[in-house]
Nanobody, 113 residues
Framework: QVQLVESGGGLVTPGVSLRLSCSASGDTESLADMGWYRQAPGKERELLTRIDRGGRTDYLPALKGRFTIARDNAWSVATLQMNNLSPDDTAVYYC???????WGQGTQVTVSS
């Protein structure tokens, strides 16, 4: 059984960077594509980016290159580097395993001056 745990969220001011991590435990060898979603208050959860085992990535165009997904060679950690954050990025961020169809518990990111 695989579990996903996110970390790295917090309260930051506009313009700064933040890196989120998603640590997988259990049968990580069975993990295939991983992705990051976010859900802002009153909005639908949206897919931001995903990465496959070959390292190929896809991004929500609206991110305009500010976010970067990566994962380690053991397929046990997926990160989301977020740059030039704005208040519009305030949300709960979740990692997701497309093969196992499981979510992490989420980590809150709040961008405010």
């Amino acid at each position: 059984q695989v579990q996903l745990v996110e970390s790295g969220g917090g309260l930051v001011t506009p313009g700064v960077s933040l890196r989120l991590s998603c640590s997988a435990s259990g049968d990580t060898e069975s993990l295939a594509d991983m992705g990051w979603y976010r859900q802002a208050p009153g909005k639908e959860r949206e897919l931001l980016t995903r990465i496959d085992r070959g390292g190929r990535t896809d991004y929500l165009p609206a991110l305009k290159g500010r976010f970067t997904i990566a994962r380690d060679n053991a397929w046990s950690v997926a990160t989301l580097q977020m740059n030039n954050l704005s208040p519009d990025d305030t949300a709960v961020y979740y990692c997701f395993s497309f093969s196992k169809r499981i979510w992490g518990q989420g980590t809150q990111v709040t961008v405010s001056s």
